[in-house]
């Protein structure tokens, strides 16, 4: 929660009388900087404020704001708590003798008072931050659950869901089938977890998702499935994920590409909330090679431009040395993003931090060029690059008045994913400074396709690993280069992306027993004993067959707008996987492992933590 300085507190006042309160307006002057491409938010349109009481984050720092609310409780005459329809926040009353009529009149208004206020956003002094907020929101997890938005959001989301289950299941023929949850191992993808049986050194594994089974289901005759599945992956301390997670899981046979597509946009469609703007169809879509060659990623957030540009050509007989060694190369390029109005809005802190992030996480060295700012930022090797190509670099990139570059040189790749994350890095500085370009009111969807198939394991760039998951197959032209240039082979994998999430993800599978035991043991390395079932199966005859799975717990996040997923799922785990409040994981008796032939064996430097178990539980922070 924020605070609010108060600057002035607006002439009017009113206090509850009865059933009807009136609100007396004084002058507003609103501070709300708002790019020409954008639209005004809807919530605070047409209206005295400039932002509601719930929606002031880290990003609003340092900005003027007008709010208007209720007084729902006062501390001790120092702050106040304003609340509207969309949440609350905190407002600091003034001590100084200059605003002491103010200071009188917040200090005697009745509880529930309407006021309108404006000042400047701040995050609470040194000391006095609550640290604990969301572990205490989980600890207390039922009580969290009584508030307006929990409510909100569990309600839409069940509401989305029955909509799914209607156009899939009474419109589309659709069976909805439940998979088994105790499974075995399977190669490839993330860490799964492991649950122990009563037979000595055998064990279950948690699915990372329905995948065998779905394809199975197919060979089954079962050819439109449907589930609401839930799905386990062990990926340890994530901010923003959770270790079980819901999807929406699909597959389908005798189906290509487009129609999967065409079966996820409809369903979007009919399910969308009706207080939200109506999707439209179809969905855009790019090449996992566009997505990396204009905005770094295979997620991009096609909200706002900046994208990146190839000036190479441009700069082909530059004498600027690190540009130079880099287009020597034969995957040299020197790639570029312009900022517009970042010469206004930026400060030299802000690039040299934009710098500091290039190098210390990507190793790069990235350059900024102001072409028309009228400020002498250029270092002498931007100003070298300005006396050689100013008016053409100025003309590719459609550079206007203090606009920003910034160029890195290097491999391909690896150029484009530091200009991938320093673009949303320059859009969070520049929203913090007023300037909105990513519109929280529009869903930008995506379809990113032609993924590769295969990528180098990182641990040993020499062999192969599955860019998404061993079942999926290659594209029908690549089929010829499984045997000599499997690096080059393209997938028929394809990622639906919202407003720079992947939200969901899919493929065309492999039918033939041959090429998926081929793919398997030659190029992955895999021990195919682990999926004879599959193997055999697909021997039985398997028709084509492609599917996909929805984030449902992601989706919803983004379509209520909420800060966490967390903030969607009726009792989620911390972001160490933890449930805090019924504090799960927990130790078990050495009695009650025996059954599972299992026996704790303790490192060395953790007795204290061993004797802690038995200790009374304190919530993580």
């Known amino acids: 929660m924020f605070s609010c300085w108060l600057s002035r507190l607006c002439r009017g006042l009113s206090t509850p009388t009865g059933r009807v309160t009136h609100l007396i307006q004084g002058s507003l002057s609103r501070r709300l900087m708002l790019s020409s491409q954008r639209r005004i938010p809807e919530l605070s349109s047409f209206v005295a404020r400039t932002n509601t009481c719930g929606e002031l984050r880290s990003s609003h720092l340092g900005q003027e704001v007008t709010l208007c609310g209720w007084i729902q409780y006062r501390r001790q005459n120092i702050f106040l708590v304003l609340r509207d329809f969309h949440g609350l926040v905190q407002v600091v009353i003034p001590q100084d003798e200059s605003a002491a009529s103010v200071k009188k009149i917040l200090c005697e208004a009745p509880m529930e008072s309407v006021v309108q206020v404006s000042g400047m956003v701040i995050s609470r002094p040194p000391g006095q931050e609550n640290p604990k907020t969301e572990a205490l929101r989980l600890q207390y997890r039922y009580l969290d659950l009584r508030s307006f938005q929990m409510q909100y959001n569990l309600r839409l989301r069940s509401r989305m869901v029955m909509k799914m289950r209607e156009y899939l299941c009474n419109l589309h023929g659709f069976v909805d089938i439940e998979t088994p949850t105790l499974f075995k191992r399977t190669p490839g993808g993330a860490k799964e977890f492991v649950i122990p049986s009563r037979e000595p050194g055998k064990f279950y594994c948690l699915p990372q998702s329905p995948q065998q089974f779905k394809q199975l289901l197919m060979v089954g005759g079962l050819d439109r499935y449907f589930q609401v599945a839930r799905c386990y992956r062990d990926e340890g301390s994530r901010p923003d994920r959770q270790p079980e997670f819901t999807q929406i899981d699909i597959e389908m046979s005798f189906v290509d590409q487009i129609g999967i597509r065409s079966l996820i946009e409809g369903l979007l469609q009919y399910s969308w909330p009706s207080d939200k703007d109506p999707v439209a169809v179809p969905f855009p879509s790019m090449t996992f090679a566009e997505a990396l060659a204009s905005y770094g990623t295979d997620k991009p957030d096609t909200r706002f431009g900046m994208k990146i540009v190839d000036i190479s050509d441009v700069l082909r007989n ?15 390029t020197v790639k570029a993003i312009c900022i517009s109005e970042g010469a206004k ?7 040299e931090s934009l710098r500091k992030l290039a190098a210390d996480h990507f190793n790069q060295e990235v350059l900024p060029v102001f072409p028309k700012a009228n400020r002498n930022w250029n270092s002498p090797v931007a100003k070298s690059i300005m006396e050689e190509q100013r008016s053409e670099l100025i003309r590719l990139m459609e550079i206007q008045e203090d606009g920003v570059v910034l160029l890195t040189a290097g491999e391909h790749r690896k150029a484009c994913s530091v200009l991938g994350k320093l673009r949303l ?29 295969f990528l180098p394991k990182e641990e040993n760039p020499g062999e192969l690993e599955s860019a998404h998951h061993p079942f999926t197959a290659p594209h029908p032209n690549d089929i010829h280069l499984l045997h000599t240039e499997p690096k080059q082979v393209r997938s028929q994998h394809y990622d639906l992306v919202l407003n720079g999430n992947e939200i969901g993800g899919g493929s065309i599978r492999i039918h033939d027993a041959e090429l998926q035991r081929y793919i398997l043991a030659t190029l992955l390395k895999e021990d195919v004993k682990l999926l004879s079932h599959l193997l055999q199966a697909l021997d039985f005859g398997a028709p084509p067959h492609g599917g996909i799975a929805l984030g449902l717990d992601r989706l919803i996040c983004l379509v209520t707008g909420a800060p966490s997923i967390r903030d969607v799922i009726a009792f989620p785990k911390s972001f160490r996987g933890h449930d805090l409040m019924s504090n799960a994981p927990d130790s078990l008796p050495p009695e009650e492992l025996k059954p599972y032939h299992i026996q704790v064996s303790w490192p060395a430097d953790s007795e204290a933590e061993k004797s802690s178990l038995n200790q009374p539980y304190h919530p993580e922070s």
């Open 318 to 332: 530059t004498k600027v040395g690190f540009l130079q060694d880099a287009l020597s190369k034969p995957q040299g």
């Open 425 to 453: 890095e320059c859009a969070d500085l520049l929203e913090a400074r007023g300037l909105v370009l990513r519109d929280p009111a529009l869903f930008s969807f995506l379809w990113v396709v032609d993924f590769p198939l």
């Open 345 to 351: 809005y930026l400060k030299r802190k802000d690039i």
